[in-house]
């Protein structure tokens, strides 16, 4: 009768505690969901690069499509939380009897399990357990401007298992969403919209460093693109053989227009450089320049 009774406390015990837990995660789901909402509904949102767009009206297409795929996102987190602490709720209850099932039979279905879980369903619960720290933490969000394994572009969508990266050339990249918490993302708008933008350039070690460097800050100041916060600044990096390395930024008002003004930069530096006589090293383009470039 005492055993009988044990087993029923621990049985209501364990039900209690599991409908707080449920209770507490339905709250913090619905918290969670009400902050994304109000983001994408406040936020300013900026493409990549602003071009004339073929669709008519893209920044509120994208905002509604993203109010669309993060109610659908917390719709199923909302569903799959009672299922899988009811599954953990069972697991609970029986353990406590495991003693009394056969040693081989239990092994028999970790095994099973294991298998399953390991090679089957691995890739899917990855990218699932990935979407739902992507929906409640704030690191990644639709809209933001990222780089990320090569890739520049907006995030498009924020799916349950997978999202799409709207690349600066509007093509897309579909990425698990696994890649977003295990790869390395620059995003560029997830405190504010200002960037820091630099171009780096090379010109050969015979050149009037003094009249480099007056141009370079008559070049970024003149940019409509530089938002005049703080005045550009002008460095060489580095005195190789060959050529002096030298850095040039200004301040834009997000990543669109750092696009912008780098590539201003760029074009004015060439033409005055071309008005002055001032030679570029040609043998010296770092890799990086080229991948801006592109």
Known sequence: MMDLLQEYQYVIITTVIYLFIYLAFQLKVKKAQNYKLKMIKNRRIINAIETDSPEENPRTDLREKGIELIEHRFSLISRALPLLLFMLWLLTIVIPYLNQIPSVYISIIAAVVSVIAGFSLRPFL???????????????????????????????????????????????????????????????????????????FYVSPDSKIEEVEKIALEVAESSKFNTKVEKPSFWIINMEKDCFKCWLAAWADGPSDAWELKHDMRIKLIKKFNEYGIKLNHYNISTSDLRTLK
């Open 126 to 200: 990855e990218n699932l357990f990935a979407g739902v720290i992507i929906s409640f933490f704030k690191a990644i969000r639709i809209g933001d401007t990222v780089y990320i394994d090569g890739h520049y572009g907006l995030i498009e969508e924020i799916g349950i298992t997978y999202s799409v990266l709207k690349k600066w050339d509007w093509s897309r990249v579909v990425m698990p969403n696994s890649k977003l918490i295990q790869k390395e993302v620059q995003n560029l708008t997830l405190h504010d919209n200002h960037i820091w933008a630099h171009i780096e």
